[in-house]
């Protein structure tokens, strides 16, 4: 018998000889890299808040929310940020990767069809896959092809005996570019399938107040029509934890059977108190929002202009492609080194390695004059090499 720690050297061996090894860091430096794009977790208002409100008792939620973890503030939270996007009523849950992986488990089943982007979250692609149901990529936010998917299933089961799902990100984080929701809300229309929209990297910068891009894009009757959508606590919030919109039925039916919200210990109960706090600025963050996406627009733009091959993105996070794993770390390595925190993405995250460039509103004009000098100063070394 093969030893346990020999095959676990062997794979080490083969990530490290693959430029693939991850390690923890310890963040230092100007923040290009963290999903905290209103700044918040560093907020002097929150951090006031934070003061005021430390004595909360119990400070741990001490079980799960269906014996005895869920307080009253979690409550209200799921109250005012479903008025806040629109929604009939939603779920907070310890996680975004739980809110994914549960909402999909508990609504899919081995007899349903799901269609999903291909470059969906690792977490919405577990919650497939655990369960059980026969899942259909379709390529990156083409939905030409996913409706070649769906008419082939029409074809199939004419009598819509096996359920639809489709499911996509409005932002995708690794690449910064967005599906066309009217094209995809009109394809729900005509095929009656049940919508999934995960807008974690969409909520606090687009659309009005911040709420999300389903309201830059779409009309309220056509957000009313989504089924579910799931937003994070842990990006633009400031926080962390998941939270699910969706019918008053809906929730009742997550409550219900979404094993990863039944079996979880509940968020820490100051996190739904500054949760409501957390949006309350939101709300009021416009002159921020603008300014992220300015710097965005201008980053973008001397990026190409000096050379740099760039994804479609039109977002906030701007991901730079470069061609092996071993240049994307020497980037990422060389611009740490001088107090400019960028990461480098490789796979199997993704399919090309590159620095994923994520702004935030804290950021300057400067900021970002620096960062795009100090890149052309690493291409020049890397090239010299």
Known sequence: MADHWEEVQKKLDTIHEKQLFRETKVYQGIDFCSNDYMGLTSNPRMLEYFQS?????????TASRLVRGNRVSMDQFESEFARFVEGEAALLVSTGFTANFGLLDSIAAPDCFVFTDRLNHASILDGIRISGAQKKYYNHLDLNHL??????????????????????????????????????????????FVLVLD?????????PSGKGLVFRDLSLSEIQSIDYRVYTLGKSLGLEGGIIV??????????????????????LPMISEFALFALSLIRSMDKERHTLLSLARELMNSLEQNGFVLT?????????????????????????????????IRPPTVSTPRLRISLNAKLKLNDIQVLIEELIRVREKWNSL
């Open 53 to 61: 409100r430390k004595n909360i008792d119990p400070f741990g939620s």
């Open 147 to 192: 409706r070649s998917l769906l008419e082939k299933v029409e074809s199939e089961d004419p009598g819509h005996k096996k359920k639809r799902i489709v499911v996509t990100e409005t932002l995708f984080s690794m690449d910064g570019d967005s599906p066309d929701l009217k094209t995809l809300l009109g394809l729900k229309k005509e095929f009656g």
């Open 199 to 207: 807008e974690a990297h969409a909520l606090g910068i687009y659309g």
């Open 246 to 267: 969706t019918k008053k039925i809906g929730r009742d039916h997550l409550v219900n059977v979404m094993r990863s919200f039944i079996f979880s210990t509940a968020p």
């Open 312 to 344: 479609h993105s039109t977002s906030h996070i701007i991901p730079l492609l470069l061609t092996t794993e071993k240049e994307a770390l020497f980037y990422a390595n060389s611009l740490q080194g001088i107090g400019l925190d960028v990461r480098a």
